[in-house]
């Protein structure tokens, strides 16, 4: 609408236009109940619906198996960088790092802590821009995982496939933090998925696991109870009080997800935007240059340069004019970053291409 700007930020990002006005027309008085949903009592028979719904559209969505349990958790995904090793090692266990971008490095190096990680493999020396073959990896035989970010917010490099871990007993395990449910996923495939919501389902402050439930109550005797996946998955996740209004808002976001018709409608609509962009960028003849190898260049975080650097500035404020705002690079890479989540509308996207192309006929 016309007050709203198209907001390019990497998260917490856009969300749907619809979502939002439910929301706001729930927000006083939630469906009669005389309160709202962030006064509600999270044990009370009306959160209990919203939960429970929330969760259950979650498992339509991805299709996810009945052994699989699904936490509505806290802390953000950075939590979960502890958590996992926590609850899936003893202090000497090794686990396999295949590390394509700065929050796999994050999370290497917090798992340090609490077992014994190495890297299989790491894009740092390459910038970041590439996923390597996986027939060409060496996989120690006793890790108890493999950890890999599906998706790298700040590089835009985004897993197509997946390794299968070569131990039968190992495990893999994802950050979905920034592509969850922008596409179809066989979540059979992996020991745990992990996202904090604030990209592509809801408000920060919620962070969802899907994890295969044999895999829960091993943890160290030292997990503290917030990070043990054991009580959360007893307690439905309402051991302690949840993110009560972002569990709701991800609820919100789920349905709206189900009346598009689903992940494999979804995942259509994210990949006519993200080729847009990135013809545009081609197109330009050097003018925008996107870093990532063409084949794993992420349909969610679009990360580009200006061949002349010293417009980069210009070039953010004429789109911030024109209510395109924060697409700035994420300050460790610089250049811009446009982040196209399921909640960026085509025409956002639309707006951005035409606006690139005028600028550099512009400044060429
Ligand atoms: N993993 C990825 C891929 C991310 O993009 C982010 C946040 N940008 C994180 C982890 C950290 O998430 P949080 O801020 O929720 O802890």
Excluded at 79 to 100: G, H, K, M, R
Excluded at 292 to 315: D, G, I, Y
Aim: aromatic residues 10%; proline residues 5%; neutral net charge.
């Amino acid at each position: 609408s016309q007050d709203r700007v198209f907001n390019f930020a990497a998260g917490p990002a856009t969300l749907p236009e619809n979502v939002l006005k439910k929301a706001e027309s729930e927000l006083y008085n939630w469906r009669g109940c005389g309160m709202s949903v962030m006064e509600m009592s999270h044990r009370g028979k009306e959160f209990l619906s919203i939960i429970q719904k929330a969760e259950s559209d979650l498992k339509t969505l991805l299709s996810i198996p009945s052994d699989y349990a699904v936490l509505f958790l806290q802390g953000g995904a950075t939590t979960q960088f502890s958590a996992i090793p926590l609850n899936l090692c003893e202090p000497n266990d090794q686990v396999d790092f295949l590390v394509t971008g700065s929050w796999g490095d994050k999370a290497f190096k917090e798992a340090q802590k609490f077992c014994k990680p190495h890297f299989i493999w790491s894009g740092k020396s390459e910038k970041y821009t590439k996923i390597p073959s996986f027939d060409s990896l060496e996989q120690n035989l006793n890790a108890r995982y493999l950890h890999i970010c599906a998706n790298e917010t700040i590089h835009g490099v985004e897993f197509k496939d997946y390794p299968t871990p070569k131990n039968k007993d190992e495990i893999l395990v994802a950050d979905m933090s920034s592509n969850f449910c922008s596409k179809p996923v066989d979540v059979s495939q992996f020991g745990i998925i992990y996202a904090g919501a604030q990209k592509n389902v809801g408000p920060s402050g919620v962070t969802i696991v899907i994890i295969r439930k044999d895999l829960i109550g091993n943890a160290q005797k030292i997990t503290p109870v917030m990070l043990d996946y054991k009580i959360h998955a007893e307690n439905n996740s309402l051991y302690n009080t949840p993110p009560c209004y972002g569990i709701y808002m991800c609820g919100l976001v789920f349905e709206d997800l189900l009346e598009q018709g689903g992940l494999v409608e979804v995942e259509k609509k994210n990949k006519k935007k993200a080729e847009i962009l990135y013809n545009a960028i081609e197109e330009s003849e050097g003018f925008y240059r996107s870093p990532v190898e063409k084949s794993v260049r992420s349909l969610m975080n679009v990360p580009f340069t200006l061949e002349k650097s010293e417009l980069e500035a210009e070039f953010i404020k004429e789109a911030a004019k024109e209510k395109m705002v924060q697409l700035k690079g994420h300050r460790s890479v610089g250049g811009m970053r446009a982040s196209i989540y399921n909640a960026m509308p085509l025409a956002g996207v639309e707006k951005l291409v035409a606006f690139m192309k005028d600028f550099q006929a512009r400044h060429a």
